[in-house]
């Protein structure tokens, strides 16, 4: 049961523009969200978090949205670079659950001059 | 560099062979985390390590399947009589208690079973 939802497998954007990625998730018990980046031949790396008692947090060029009541959450990339072309998963947890990460499928960005 | 290393990176084996991998956590973190990766898909958890107790497993790891970590320190995660339907990038991460959604995964080996 997939309970993290990306539903778009690619992305392309220009250089300088917004990128925009979209999660779903279906457990209302969820309290913990990430986004991790990826490239080819490498481990995931943590970009960034946000908790379910906000409904935003930026770092630099990353903003994350949590919208709870629709289940929803999004990555923002502002302005997009070459370096950000990658393999993006959204990731969820419980509270209770001592770390243990749901992952969505991944987004694969691919940013173009 | 102190980041998380797993060996071997690549792994070929014939089906019914047993495997094992091996992870080295960052020094300070003593939480660690197994998941397994196919193509087209996110990490799946597989199993957590606060020190050396096993504290969690995923229903995806099978009798076949055991996880150690026997001082804390680095882990093993051995796969006896391997399957096809075991090939799949093993990574590993790890995290501070204070940070446990923080995971810093490493490099991951990749099994291929034949």
């Known amino acids: 049961d997939q309970q993290v939802k990306q539903n778009s497998p690619s992305l392309s954007v220009q250089e300088g523009r917004i990128s925009i990625l979209n999660c779903d998730y279906t457990n209302s018990m969820f309290d913990y969200f990430l986004w991790y980046k990826k490239y080819p031949a490498e481990g995931p790396t943590f970009l960034i978090s946000?908790?379910?008692?906000?409904d935003k947090n930026e770092d630099g060029r990353f903003t994350v949205f949590l919208n709870k009541s629709a289940k929803h959450l999004s990555l923002h990339i502002v302005p997009s670079q070459p370096g950000d072309s990658a393999v993006y998963f959204c990731?969820?947890?419980?509270?209770?659950?001592?770390?243990?990460?749901?992952f969505g499928a991944g987004t694969q960005v691919v940013v173009t001059p | 560099d102190t980041g998380v290393s797993q060996d071997p990176r690549h792994k070929i084996t014939k089906r019914g062979q047993n495997v094992t991998f091996r992870c080295d956590p960052i020094?300070?973190?003593?939480?660690l985390y197994w998941y397994r990766q196919t193509l087209g898909q996110g990490p799946e958890f597989l199993t957590y390590f606060q020190n050396e107790a096993q504290l969690e497993k995923s229903r995806l790891l099978s009798d076949r399947f055991s996880a150690e970590r026997p001082k804390g320190s680095f882990s093993t995660l051995e796969i006896q009589r391997t399957e096809q339907g075991d090939s799949a990038m093993y990574l590993c991460?790890?995290?501070?208690?204070?940070?446990?959604?923080?995971?810093?995964f490493g490099p991951g080996t990749r099994l291929t079973v034949t």
């Open positions: 991460a790890s995290s501070l208690d204070s940070r446990p959604y923080e995971q810093y």
């Open positions: 020094s300070e973190h003593n939480r």
């Open positions: 990731a969820a947890s419980k509270g209770d659950s001592w770390g243990k990460l749901q």
């Open positions: 946000i908790s379910s008692i906000k």
